[in-house]
């Protein structure tokens, strides 16, 4: 039988080629690779038919990283702003470690190496400066981008993140929403685990038939021992969170109904 939302992806995959980004594999370091979509014209054009493009051009415009979260990879959480921002600015995607195409065979986990690899990844593709745009786990590996590589990171715009993810709020937030640890909430095992997180992330109630939902468990949700692992290494002790002093501009987005990072946090981040 047919998987649904893997059928979509040649659908979603042409749509953003006509937007003017293009799929480009960077291998970070022996054993590390990492996905991104990146400006067409950045790219040279094969002359033959399994030849692969390369990078020819460093971007034109000003460039644009959008980092994303842990519920799906990269387009397919940012489909919807690629094709507006592409008008005025040069987009990059990259799929963090262990979603999408990227991988590695190091030990690391930590938001950031998660960073590090991104930043790598942007020079080989010949980004000097950029604004990253982080969104929920991928805005923590932003700030970590933005902590570690101030002559790279111009700006930021964090949407539905935090600096860090305490012990203290980590333990707060799970007992509020109800589950009993950030991988029973991140990577359902079931049908009624993943409409429990859409309940969680989304502040409209949306209905999916089951059908779609267990398809997009197959595809989406993978690499689960490894994603456990990055949950795991993303949560740090209270007495050892350091806030940096960041020199960048740093634009808040938040939703007021924000049931995972709640509109107080984002004040106290702020503050």
């Known amino acids: 039988m047919v998987n649904l939302v893997a059928a979509q992806r040649p659908l979603l995959h042409g749509l953003m080629k006509m937007a003017g980004v293009r799929p480009y594999t960077v291998e970070i370091e022996p054993g590390t690779v990492m996905s991104f979509w990146v400006p067409s014209e950045t790219l040279t054009k094969p002359k033959k038919k399994n030849e692969k493009p390369r990078i020819s051009s460093k ?11 842990f519920g799906a990879e990269g387009i397919m959480t940012w489909q919807y702003q690629v094709g507006a921002l592409t008008k005025k600015y040069a987009v990059y995607v990259p799929d963090l470690l262990f979603f999408g195409g990227s ?38 590996v932003a700030f970590k981008m933005a902590e570690m590589y101030p002559e790279v990171v111009e700006a930021l715009v964090i949407t539905g993140s935090i600096l860090a993810m305490t012990d203290s709020i980590s333990a707060t937030s799970l007992q509020e929403l109800g589950f009993s640890s950030s991988s029973e909430l991140l990577l359902p095992t079931s049908v009624k685990g993943l409409k429990a997180l859409l309940t969680v992330a989304s502040h409209k109630k949306q209905w999916y038939p089951n059908r779609l939902l267990k398809d997009y468990l197959e595809v989406m949700i993978t690499n689960r021992k490894e994603r456990g692992e990055l949950l795991e290494a993303l949560v740090v002790s209270d007495k050892d969170i350091i806030i940096p002093n960041f020199s960048q501009r740093i634009h808040l987005l938040w939703g007021e109904n924000d049931k995972i990072f709640n509109l107080e946090l984002a004040q106290n981040m702020k503050e």
């Open 59 to 69: 971007p034109s415009r000003p460039a644009v990283v959008l980092v994303h979260g």
């Open 103 to 140: 991988t590695t065979d190091k030990p690391h986990r930590s938001p950031a190496f998660q960073a590090q690899c991104v930043v790598a990844g942007l020079r080989k593709l010949g980004v000097e400066k950029c604004i990253v745009v982080g969104y929920s786990y991928g805005g923590m």
